[in-house]
């Protein structure tokens, strides 16, 4: 077995069956203790989105910490990862997708919840939590080495360059793909691989912009997150809305499919149960992949919010799921499928979303990959910040509030963001992705023996809001 099989054997674990089991076994058991809060407070959850605490304490606003938490998880998962999923798992991928997408925001909510909780604000108002200080203050100090293996995992997520390497590399591509698509215009030769000058500049110019906003803080960060993700959100809503609605006629299809597949129901006689546990088991890793219920990210930008109500941050944190996954990779599973861009020989990825975008629409097949193109950067543009963020935090939380330390690696990850588009060791980022699939698991083990108290603070807050005793 070759070092390569090793990795692969250890990331169909990461995201394999097992995995996938705990994850969504760990949404449906914080639904049912919960009562289903993700649906029957949905509405106060979008309001709360919108509408700060004008006391609380914390760094930044409760909608910036959503903003910093949706830049990290609204990214490249939402164009690749659901075409790809629905290339291998068919239509009824996207069913599956929406129904881990379900029980996931009950996790995302327990998530922000015990991240107020449980984090720690400094007098000058450093705020710092996440799953490390909810399992080393929830479960006890004998379980710090559970919550150092948490912080260990979403530190080599950052070093090993999943936030960055696979990012920019994407950024690069898109770019490449819409002004040199033939790869005329060679810069350099590095290890027998040429680049041209559009990866060049994109390395430099991306590498700047990143170390223009990381070297600002959380603070910048948010900042940046507050203007670019609403933006980019509507932008890339907007156009799948519209391909929806000028392919009106192809939806009824396309919900037949979706339903269809996601039971087996077009396979042949025999094949009914397989082609359903391939449906939902691609539906469900994209899933969680993509809005990172469970994975334990979200709720280090969480920690940040200038709050005082942890059921009200859970709130909020858990609108992240509905709008990642629910709103846009629905959109975008649409979208692909009133095309029929699932259809075409040939394409796999990003070009089956940019075919879609090229076709769904009254403009030219280059002007919709331009806008996906344009789209897909800054997905991967922010992603980039809110990794750099997680990253920073899970170091801190390792070695304390050692500036030094953390300058050094602040710049070492704007310099692995300049290299990033001339790496293509297949390795680092099949490693990347299996730490960060590991951060789950200490993860879940918290949000599951701490479910009590999540019920418990989610009654106590309610019953006084019911009351009038604090303000909705």
Request: aromatic share 10%; net charge neutral.
């Amino acid at each position: 077995m070759t070092f390569m099989d090793f990795l692969t054997v250890l990331d169909d674990f990461a995201w394999g069956v097992p995995m996938l089991v705990l994850i969504v076994g760990g949404g449906l058991l914080l639904t049912i203790r919960l009562g289903g809060l993700q649906f029957r407070k949905l509405g106060l959850a979008l309001k709360y989105m919108w509408k700060n605490e004008a006391d609380g304490s914390g760094e930044v606003t409760s909608f910036a910490a959503l903003c910093t938490a949706l830049s990290a998880t609204v990214g490249t998962g939402n164009i690749v990862g659901v075409a790809t999923a629905m290339t291998i798992g068919g239509p009824g991928a996207l069913f599956w997708m929406l129904v881990a997408a379900c029980v996931g925001m009950a996790t995302k909510y327990s998530e922000g919840l015990l991240a107020i909780k449980y984090r720690t604000v400094d007098e000058d108002g450093h705020a710092l939590g996440g799953p490390f200080y909810y399992i080393e203050k929830g479960m006890g100090i004998k379980w710090k080495w559970l919550a150092k293996l948490f912080a260990i995992f979403g530190l080599l997520v950052g070093i090993m360059g999943i936030g960055t390497i696979t990012q920019v590399n994407g950024i690069a591509t898109a770019i490449q793909n819409v002004v040199d698509p033939q790869k005329q215009h060679i810069a350099l030769t590095l290890g027998g691989n040429s680049y041209t000058w559009a990866t060049v500049i994109t390395a430099v110019v991306v590498a700047t912009l990143v170390a223009l906003v990381v070297i600002g803080g959380i603070k910048r960060i948010s900042r940046v997150a507050e203007l670019i993700v609403p933006f980019m959100i509507v932008v890339y809503v907007v156009c799948a809305v519209g391909i929806i609605l000028f392919n009106l006629k192809a939806i009824p299809d396309a919900v037949v499919q979706i339903v269809r597949g996601a039971f087996g129901l077009d396979a042949a006689a025999g094949g009914v149960l397989g082609a359903m546990f391939v449906a939902m088991q691609k539906g469900v890793a994209r899933g969680v992949f993509s809005n990172e219920a469970g994975i334990g990210s979200a709720p280090i930008a969480a920690a940040a919010a200038q709050t005082k109500e942890p059921v009200r941050q859970g709130l909020v944190t858990m609108t992240g799921t509905f709008i990642d996954t629910i709103v846009i990779c629905t959109m975008t599973g649409l979208a692909i499928l009133v095309t029929g861009s699932l259809d075409v020989e040939g394409l796999e990825g990003a070009a089956i979303t940019a075919n879609a975008f090229g076709e769904g629409l009254p403009w030219s097949n280059q002007a919709g990959a331009v806008v996906l193109a344009v789209c897909l950067a800054f997905f991967a543009f922010t992603t980039i910040l809110g990794w750099d963020y997680y990253s920073e935090r899970c170091l801190e939380y390792l070695v304390g509030n050692k500036k030094g330390i953390l300058a050094t690696y602040r710049w070492g990850y704007i310099l692995a963001v300049l290299i990033g588009p001339f790496l293509t060791i297949a390795a680092v980022w099949t490693i990347a992705d299996i730490v960060n699939g590991l951060m789950a698991i200490p993860n879940m083990i918290a949000l599951i023996t701490l479910s009590g108290v999540v019920a418990k603070e989610t009654k106590d807050y309610f019953s006084r809001l019911d009351r009038g005793l604090i303000e909705k």
